[in-house]
């Protein structure tokens, strides 16, 4: 089963009423281990999150360290591209090489990676002084 199946098989327990958008997210950290995430909207709607952020949850919360590998899955004519925030968030556990497919239900694809979702990342590095 791809990184592609296993954001999709999760993204039908998405939580998305407002928007009606269900998303899912895969990540296969580099310990080797599936994490998943779906949307999970609320009602004041600037306090939802993204699938992508809920994968990431899951993946620190089982103890692992980092993204090899993510796929992310909407039902929509396009692949959609993650947001503004998710990218910095993708960027703070991915190298910049690491793959991001980004998928359709109707099973288009597209793969990027971190670095060409977010060229230039603020990272840890630029607070060397802190
Ligand atoms: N959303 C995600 O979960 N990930 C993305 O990459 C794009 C957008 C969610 C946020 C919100 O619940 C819904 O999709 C509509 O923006």
Redesign the pocket.
């Known amino acids: 089963m791809s990184l592609v199946d296993d954001a999709a098989r999760v993204r039908v327990n ?1 939580y ?1 009423p ?2 009606n ?3 899912g ?1 895969a990540i296969r950290s580099v310990e080797g281990r599936l994490h998943l ?5 609320n009602v004041a709607y600037p306090e ?7 994968a990431i949850a899951a993946m620190i919360a089982a103890g692992d360290s980092r993204i090899a590998e993510v796929a ?1 899955i ?1 039902d929509s004519p396009d692949p ?4 503004g925030g ?1 990218r910095q968030k993708l960027a703070e556990f991915a190298d910049g090489d690491v793959a991001v497919t ?1 998928a359709t239900t109707g099973g288009a694809t597209l793969k990027t990676t971190v670095a060409d979702l977010l060229p230039g990342a603020f990272v840890a590095g630029h607070m060397a002084n802190s």
């Open positions: 998405a998305a407002f928007s958008f269900k998303v997210a995430g779906v949307n999970v909207e939802g999150t993204c699938a992508e952020a809920g992310v909407a959609v591209p993650p947001c998710c980004l």
